[in-house]
Nanobody, 122 residues
């Protein structure tokens, strides 16, 4: 069983920054695709960014140029640097892992964290 634990959420003003982290218990972390997803109030879950085992990255159009996904294989940790935050970025953010070595924003993921809440005020 793989465990994922997000951290770094909080409340910031519009234009601010936050860095989310996701620690995982997965062995061979570097072999899997991982991603960040979010669920905004009243909306369904949506893909934010994914990173394949070879480093290929995909971003949702709404966050491209503002968010950066990265991972530290030595620490088994996934990150999401979020800059220029907007009120519409307010959401519960989830980390997810796929047992495949690639994934996309609409991929089905195999393991999920419990989420971390991000609130952006205007």
């Amino acid at each position: 069983q793989v465990e994922l634990k997000e951290s770094g959420g909080g409340s910031v003003e519009q234009g601010g920054s936050l860095r989310l982290a996701c620690a995982t218990s997965a062995r061979a972390f570097n072999l899997y695709c991982m991603g960040w997803f979010r669920q905004r109030p009243g909306k369904g879950r949506e893909g934010v960014a994914t990173i394949d085992s070879d480093g290929t990255i995909n971003y949702a159009t709404s966050v491209k140029g503002r968010f950066t996904i990265s991972k530290d294989n030595a620490k088994n940790t996934l990150y999401l640097q979020m800059n220029s935050l907007k009120p519409e970025d307010t959401a519960m953010y989830y980390c997810a892992l796929s047992r495949r070595n690639w994934c996309r924003l609409n991929s089905g993921m195999d393991y999920w964290g419990k989420g971390t809440l991000v609130t952006i005020s205007s």
